[in-house]
């Protein structure tokens, strides 16, 4: 069954081959693989299918702001300058926000991969949110962003200074293309919104092909390993790499399927930043993503190494051996719909017998109370303190999410699972058709399933999340470019 969601999202796909979208350019640069998967996303917004994707860094308080403490200037200074970078097998570009792990803090999706590696390598790292976490203890590391901005402050010298350097034609082009969507949705887009993130975008492109011309200079990497590629850092590092003959590996990071857009191209189309290679959890996510843009054998299921780590290591936190916990995995685009039926079933489950928790994904923790003030003033538990997905997965009996990869992992420690029927819940039909997940439209529904035992087989776990990760990543980085260099 097609769902308004997927619709939407196949519609789209269909719109920008009919309009020729793709060969959108400003500025001499093609702009459309920087635009689709925001301009997307503000128009599920408007069509009322999902909400923002992540909550916005204006809701932390000021202290969280701050880029760099006086105290870190010194291991900021050191990470910073590419003065002294050399030759290396490998350049690993993490996803920016890293977690705490034993003292220091790594990204999740590389970290644990590459560390298995012989291979020298550096990790260029981004800020995330105004800022890097500490300590970071990786003797490879350096950070993008003084030379980013430098090549910023070269931009402003050489370009910006010239005026409009996006033209009143450029602007037409963009009402007219953004007209035809809003016409063929039904739907209203900010035109000054999407001018400005095309303005963003052109200037992000310009400025981090010299960034990372330099780099691949300096370092002459023999294969790039990457989480996120569809971030402007992240298009523009492998539109480089192409062009000099260096393969991009992408790492898988999250949640993907038929409805992610930045998966999902037309038959035949095969985007110039989209990376060589995909290192997916499992052969689950590539049956289940029709158009993604790479065929089977560039996509070899890896494995998710964190989380292999992470479930062996987990301590229950804050275990109730009288009741029973439902914990609700949440994120931005769909947090107003799970808030509302954990309050919902709040009212409708024993509370003798069951607690109800809810998990904030990190980006939308902040300003939750005045966001959901529903949820705030209900007796469902809401996580705020620090506390790591895994050791929630331990204390939890069963689990209600929408499409988070966290729910996929939540399957991992044997939980009950119920999928909320809201847009985005797409990618979960195949396990929902498996009997391995329940489908609810509603608290009502939530609570009957919770009553029933259904759990993936350890063969179906096996197609989500391929074990061995590290010794599978070991072998596919060895085959791509071979042992270490002397």
Not at 324 to 333: C, D, I, M, N, R
Not at 424 to 452: F, N, Q, Y
Request: contains cysteine.
């Amino acid at each position: 069954m097609t769902t308004p969601l997927q619709a939407a999202h196949d519609a789209f796909i269909a719109h920008e081959e009919a309009h020729d979208l793709w060969s959108l350019s400003a500025y001499g640069r093609p702009y459309w693989h920087f635009l689709r998967y925001e301009v997307f996303g503000w128009l599920v917004q408007g069509l009322g299918l999902q909400g923002r994707r992540h909550g916005g860094f204006a809701d932390k308080p000021l202290r969280e702001k701050l880029a760099v403490h006086p105290r870190r200037w010194p291991a900021t200074a050191r990470r910073a300058h590419w003065r002294d970078l050399r030759p290396v097998d490998l350049v690993v570009f993490p996803h920016p926000r890293y977690v705490p792990s034993d003292g220091t803090w790594v990204c999740p999706y590389t970290s644990p991969l590459v560390a298995g590696l012989p291979h020298r390598r550096y990790v260029v790292k981004d800020l995330y949110e105004g800022r890097h976490p500490h300590p970071l203890v990786d003797a490879d590391l350096r950070y993008l962003e003084w030379a980013r901005r430098a090549a910023e402050l070269g931009f402003l010298a050489t370009d910006a200074w010239r005026g409009a350097w996006l033209t009143k034609a450029d602007r037409a082009t963009v009402d007219a293309w953004v007209g035809d969507l809003e016409r063929a949705f039904e739907v209203q887009l900010d035109h000054d919104k999407v001018f400005a993130f095309l303005r963003k975008a052109i200037r992000n492109d310009l400025t981090l092909e010299k960034v990372y011309h330099r780099l691949f200079d300096k370092t002459r990497p023999r294969a790039v390993v990457m989480a996120v590629h569809y971030t402007h850092r992240n298009l523009a590092m492998t539109k480089v790499a192409k062009a000099r003959g260096v393969p991009v590996v992408e790492v898988q990071h999250g949640f993907f399927g038929g409805s992610h857009l930045a998966y999902n191209v037309a038959p035949g189309r095969h985007p110039e930043a989209f990376p060589d290679y995909l290192a997916t959890f499992g052969d689950f996510w590539r049956e289940t993503t029709p158009g993604l843009p790479l065929p089977a054998e560039r996509t070899p299921p890896i494995g998710f190494a964190w989380l292999e780590r992470e479930r062996a290591r987990a301590t229950p936190d804050a275990p109730d051996p009288g009741r029973k916990t439902v914990l609700f995995v949440s994120q931005g685009t769909v947090a107003a719909s799970l808030a509302e039926a954990a309050v919902d079933l709040s009212r409708r489950l024993d509370p003798a017998r069951w607690r109800i928790r809810f998990k904030h994904h990190p980006s939308d923790l902040a300003g939750w109370r005045e966001r959901y003030p529903e949820l705030a003033a209900s007796s469902v538990e809401v996580l705020e303190r620090p506390l790591g997905i895994y050791d929630a997965f331990a204390a939890a009996d069963a689990q209600v999410g929408v499409y988070s990869t966290a729910v996929y992992e939540g399957l991992a420690f044997g939980l009950r699972t119920c999928v909320l029927a809201v847009p985005g819940h797409e990618g979960m039909l195949p396990l929902v058709e498996a009997g391995v997940v329940a489908k609810c439209a509603d608290a009502a529904d939530i609570a009957e399933a919770l009553e029933s035992d259904a759990r993936p087989s350890p063969a179906q776990l096996d197609r989500i999340w391929q074990p061995d990760a590290v010794g599978r990543f070991r072998s596919f980085v060895t085959d791509l470019i071979g042992p270490p260099a002397s």
